[in-house]
């Protein structure tokens, strides 16, 4: 009977000893799964989110942006469009997890104003097609096959509402002009569907309304009285028509595209820091 209990004794203690090791175990496998899940790209996905370039690696150094640069991904989950901050550019990208793929495709062929924008725009363009993952949450990382960083984006303007533009070029009915006049028009989005700014020649108010995520209607558009001179005048009656026009709007870093629902541009404007 000693014996048997010995043995007894043995067995249960050798029992505790593999439910430790279980335990012990399984503890293990908790810690990996939550470092996994705790990583900045888990869950993360890119569709519909836009980015404005804050830095880039060039010769192993990093180097904060000199010009706005943009990089939005569409809500399709397979085009993307961004700016160097000298042109624009077109493409498509794959994500899985948090490896990513871009493609890119057209870019613009303006010339830059400096060198430094320059080497910026050169940096973009060899960098993106590169990329193979990213981490997200407060910022975008942009990594090559190695894992280096070579490009890194902070989040762009969300949405319309607290948000104040200068134009950048309005609808005359025939083209998009830009000028000196276009620039004199403003355009603050009010919380409550209040949009109000300077048409040019007056000051105006309007009720906007936003639906889905590219959907934007103006209405109720008024303005003040002031005479001004037939230019000032003439814009302002193209700028107000314009805005009756719109349909949708996009963001991409820091301008924004007023557009009908034929997708023609009826204005566009900088953001206001």
């Given at each position: 009977m000693l014996r048997i209990r010995r043995v007894t004794g043995r067995a249960v203690l050798g029992v505790g000893a593999i439910i430790a090791i279980v335990l012990s175990s399984c503890g293990d496998d908790s810690k990996d799964s939550a470092a996994t899940a705790s990583g900045a790209a888990?869950?993360?996905?890119?569709?519909?989110?836009?980015?404005?370039?804050?830095?880039?690696?060039?010769?192993?150094a990093s180097v904060t942006a000199v010009a706005v640069a943009a990089l939005d991904f569409d809500a399709d989950g397979s085009t993307l469009s961004g700016s160097t901050g000298c042109n624009s550019f077109g493409g498509k990208f794959k994500q899985d997890g948090s490896k990513l793929v871009i493609t890119l495709g057209p870019t613009t062929l303006k010339a830059c104003t400096d060198d430094a924008a320059n080497k910026q725009e050169q940096a973009i363009l060899k960098q993106l097609p590169l990329v193979a993952s990213f981490t997200g949450g407060q910022q975008l990382t942009l990594q090559d096959k190695s894992g280096s960083t070579v490009l890194v984006y902070k989040p762009g303007t969300a949405g319309l509402e607290g948000t104040s533009w200068t134009g950048t070029g309005v609808n005359t009915g025939s083209a998009v002009e830009s000028n000196a006049l276009t620039e004199t028009i403003t355009a603050t989005f009010g919380p409550s569907g209040a949009l109000s700014g300077f048409?040019?020649?007056?000051?105006?108010?309007?009720?906007?309304?936003?639906?889905?995520?590219?959907?934007?209607?103006?209405?109720?558009?008024?303005?003040?009285?002031?005479?001004c001179d037939e230019s000032k005048s003439a814009l302002e009656a193209q700028y107000t028509a314009a805005l009756e026009k719109v349909a949708t709007y996009s963001i991409s870093g820091t301008t924004l595209t007023l557009r009908d629902s034929g997708g023609a541009i009826q204005a566009s404007y900088a953001l206001v820091p």
């Amino acid at each position: 009977m000693l014996r048997i209990r010995r043995v007894t004794g043995r067995a249960v203690l050798g029992v505790g000893a593999i439910i430790a090791i279980v335990l012990s175990s399984c503890g293990d496998d908790s810690k990996d799964s939550a470092a996994t899940a705790s990583g900045a790209a888990a869950g993360t996905t890119l569709n519909g989110t836009s980015w404005v370039l804050s830095n880039y690696v060039d010769a192993n150094a990093s180097v904060t942006a000199v010009a706005v640069a943009a990089l939005d991904f569409d809500a399709d989950g397979s085009t993307l469009s961004g700016s160097t901050g000298c042109n624009s550019f077109g493409g498509k990208f794959k994500q899985d997890g948090s490896k990513l793929v871009i493609t890119l495709g057209p870019t613009t062929l303006k010339a830059c104003t400096d060198d430094a924008a320059n080497k910026q725009e050169q940096a973009i363009l060899k960098q993106l097609p590169l990329v193979a993952s990213f981490t997200g949450g407060q910022q975008l990382t942009l990594q090559d096959k190695s894992g280096s960083t070579v490009l890194v984006y902070k989040p762009g303007t969300a949405g319309l509402e607290g948000t104040s533009w200068t134009g950048t070029g309005v609808n005359t009915g025939s083209a998009v002009e830009s000028n000196a006049l276009t620039e004199t028009i403003t355009a603050t989005f009010g919380p409550s569907g209040a949009l109000s700014g300077f048409a040019g020649c007056n000051d105006y108010t309007a009720t906007y309304k936003t639906s889905g995520s590219d959907g934007l209607t103006i209405t109720a558009v008024a303005t003040t009285r002031k005479a001004c001179d037939e230019s000032k005048s003439a814009l302002e009656a193209q700028y107000t028509a314009a805005l009756e026009k719109v349909a949708t709007y996009s963001i991409s870093g820091t301008t924004l595209t007023l557009r009908d629902s034929g997708g023609a541009i009826q204005a566009s404007y900088a953001l206001v820091p």
